[in-house]
């Protein structure tokens, strides 16, 4: 069994901008990410809409898992990211079990 | 001429289905009720309006080929989807910043498919003729708005921008020509074009469900309206009257141009609409990403929660009225 030490980051942002922020991730060395599209609940802007056809109110979580050398280099991409869309980013160390 | 406005019409228009379910959804969230239609529904729904006026549309091309009266009402779709954002955006900048202000002009720069779609389905009902070469004016005219309303951004907002971060061209292009909506509209055109008589045709089982189709996705859209128009607290006497004399300006421009042009009564009514009517799908979500400092919090619910409604319930009948009188 092989757990190796790794960085979980957690990103909460518009579902419009999940594309974009897709490419940004994966040029900053993420190998790998989970979406989950269409989530609702409440952030500092208020009630997150899950029922919107435009996306334009949608909101999608996603999480990449990478080691501590490339999430020094995506998180300042995040932060730059998230300045101009609303969205927010959580970081903590994570056992990953590899197989 | 008799000025004398008939209500009739009015009421009739209000009295039709597709306008009640949209009360209906008003009222269902004023009441709290629970009433809401299961995502991705609504999204299927507006994807068969423009399929079917896209094929109708194609179809019409298929029988009455290409003429100078086509590029003509092409023509003048393009002027008014080009002039709408700029005068939109100088009078909204007197109130909101360049990012709001071009955000919410492109909005009223592109069109409402949903309103040309209930123009359609008023006409059919007062039966007036109109040809479906119209729907080729409604896809020019969401591109042009988003172009425009980016540079006005561009040239007046700079001072807001605290990074200068280049404008990628590449997004917004895509974006303004290649949404979805476009791709659909553009696609069942030719494909209507292209399929013919069998075509359409074979299509006809599918077209008789539009009105059905129409019922609930204005019952969807009054759901939505409600909660959107929650949103304009604070800035709601502004918005209020921009967005009812807005379209009312337009509707006037809209109408001196189908007079000037020699469209049909029909025609002049689906032209006036696309010049009156904003967009609450395509335009609000690339101008989200083209100018993230614009706040979608405006453009929805002004173009669906105000424009939408009041072109819907007033603006078809008062336009068709005026055009009665003028043409």
Known sequence: MNIVKSVKIEVILESIQVERFIEMLEEAGAHGYTVFGNISGKGQNGMLDHNCRAKIFSNSYLFTVCSEEVAQNILPQIALFLEDCSGTCFTSEVNHLKV | ?327
């Open chain 2, 1 to 327: 001429m008799n000025f004398l406005f008939d209500m009739s019409m009015v009421t009739g228009n209000i009295l039709s289905p597709p306008v009640l379910f949209f009360f209906l959804g008003l009222i269902a969230v004023a009441l709290k009720s629970d009433l809401e239609i299961p995502q991705p529904l609504p999204k299927l729904f507006s994807l068969y309006l423009l399929m079917d006026i896209g094929l109708h549309g194609g179809h019409e091309l298929y029988h009455s080929g290409f003429s100078w009266e086509l590029v003509t009402v092409l023509g003048a779709c393009f002027l008014m989807a080009s002039i709408v954002p700029i005068y939109s955006f100088f009078i909204l900048k007197a109130r909101f910043g360049a990012a709001d202000a071009a955000a919410v002009a492109a909005t009223f720069g592109s069109i409402s498919a949903v309103t040309f779609i209930t123009g359609i389905s008023f006409l059919e009902s007062q039966e007036v003729a109109y040809k479906g070469y119209m729907v080729a004016g409604m896809a020019l005219m969401e591109s042009p708005a988003i172009i425009i309303g980016v540079l006005l951004y561009n040239i007046y907002g700079k001072k807001e921008q605290k990074t200068k971060k280049k404008t990628n061209w590449g997004h917004i292009l895509r974006d303004a020509f290649f949404n979805g909506s476009i791709m659909l509209l553009v696609g069942a055109l030719l494909i209507g074009i292209l399929s013919g008589d069998k075509g359409w045709h074979d299509f006809q089982p599918f077209d008789s469900i539009f009105k059905g189709m129409l019922c609930f996705y204005l019952l969807d859209n009054g759901i939505v309206a409600a909660r959107r128009l929650k949103a304009l607290r604070g800035n709601l006497g502004f918005l209020l009257s921009f967005s009812i004399l807005m379209p009312l300006f337009n509707a006037a421009l809209g109408i001196g141009i189908a007079y000037l042009i020699g469209l049909s009564k029909g025609n002049a009514l689906l032209f006036c609409l696309l010049t009156a009517s904003a967009s609450y799908i395509a335009v609000p979500a690339a101008m989200r990403l083209a100018i993230p400092k614009s706040n979608p919090a405006f453009t929805v619910p002004v173009a669906l929660g105000i424009v939408f409604p009041f072109n819907v319930i007033v603006g078809i009948p008062l336009y068709y009225y005026i055009i009665q009188q003028i043409l």
